[in-house]
């Protein structure tokens, strides 16, 4: 059963190091992130499951102790989902990843989890199981919830790390450039995340949120999906649109 779950943005320059000399311009957001985290390290869960948007092979379950990197983004930064005292694995010489003993390279982690990874390194988390799952960004809305269910069914007292981002369309610079439907698009999803609104989640229209280039829908419908029933509470933590894409950070309890 769902017992909480932290909503936060996924973009790398989350990552201090990734952002450089544009670091301070997220700090707000940072901050909001491990409040949430807060939120969930305080539910105690059996489980925690870490869901992001994936694409093509990056799609399915992720171990405890997958390893990450930013080095596409021009940094050396490696991350571990579950953060140190995880499984013992990590990159070999030619930037791989292998199980413990195995031999067998692991896939690396996608670039929302391994934000994700990275902000569970930066907290005091509970001592539980840690687990990623990537989302396809096209899955249709049932089929998200019915993995939401799936997912909240893991265990007596499961936690989500929800990763997503609202649309990439907010302003003429935004990598999706100017879309006067985004702006009402993201309040109204970030209506749905302060107030724990499950339905509002599940009737986010998936194609304008596809042409919005909203990454989060897939994941918040997950969300949805887990907390059918679960009656839990909201609270929105941060809402804005750096870089012309919407952020939010919520906690649900």
Known sequence: MLVAAAVCPCPPLLVPDVA???APELDAAR???ADALSVLAASRPDRLVVVGPAAGDEQGAYPQGAWGSFK????DVGVRLGGPGSAESGPDASGSTASPGSGVPERPLPA???VAAWLLERVR??????EGMGVDQELAAERCAETGRELAALAPRVALLVMGDGSA???LKAPGYLDERAAAFDAGTARALGAADTAALKALDASLAYELKAAGRAPWQ???GAAEGADLAGQLLYEDAPYGVGYFVA???
Not at 72 to 75: A, H, S
Not at 125 to 130: H, R
């Open 72 to 75: 596409g983004f021009g940094v």
């Open 20 to 22: 450089s000399g544009a």
């Open 31 to 33: 901050t909001a992130c």
């Open 112 to 114: 929302s989890l391994a």
């Open 169 to 171: 369309c907010r302003t």
């Open 222 to 224: 997950v969300l949805a």
């Open 125 to 130: 988390w509970a001592d539980a199981p840690v």
């Open 251 to 253: 906690a649900w309890s």
